[in-house]
C-alpha cells in the first residue's frame, strides 16, 4: 500500500549538518504518523523523531534536529545540525497508515540511508 522513497544520507564531519528527506506514495489509507528511527551497529532501533497528533523527539537530538512533516505531500525531513560522531547510523524513514474502515494502524519502513558523522 505504500512506496517510499529515502534521499540526504552521507557523510559529514562533526558540527556539520545533513538534511534527510522521505517521501510516501500512499493510496486508499490515512497517514496518521511519519518519522525516523536510526540503527547503529550493535544497537537497536531507536526513535530519532516523528510526527502525529504531536511531535516526539529522543532527549538526545533535542535542540539539534528539527522534523518537519507536509500532510498533503505525505513527505517528512529531518535537519541533522551539530552532528556528532554518536548520531553514526542507519536512518529509517517510517510511515504508519491507519485503515479507512477499520482503527488498524499498519507500520511501513524506508530501505534506509547512512549517515556518517567522522572527521
Known amino acids: 500500500q505504500v512506496h517510499i522513497v529515502e534521499s540526504g544520507g552521507g557523510l559529514v564531519q562533526p558540527g556539520g549538518s545533513l538534511r534527510l528527506s522521505c517521501s510516501a506514495d500512499v493510496t486508499i489509507f490515512r497517514v496518521s504518523a511519519m518519522g525516523w528511527y536510526r540503527q547503529a551497529p550493535g544497537k537497536q532501533r531507536e526513535l530519532v523523531a516523528d510526527?502525529?497528533?504531536?511531535?516526539r523527539y529522543a532527549d538526545s537530538v533535542k535542540g539539534r534536529f528539527t522534523i518537519s512533516r507536509d500532510n498533503a505531500k505525505n513527505t517528512v525531513d529531518l535537519q541533522m545540525n551539530s552532528l556528532r560522531p554518536e548520531d553514526t547510523a542507519v536512518y529509517y524513514c517510517?510511515?504508519?497508515?491507519?485503515?479507512?474502515?477499520?482503527?488498524?494502524?499498519?507500520?511501513?519502513w524506508g530501505q534506509g540511508t547512512q549517515v556518517t558523522v567522522s572527521s
Open positions: 517510517n510511515v504508519v497508515l491507519s485503515s479507512p474502515y477499520t482503527e488498524d494502524e499498519y507500520t511501513y
Open positions: 510526527v502525529s497528533h504531536t511531535t
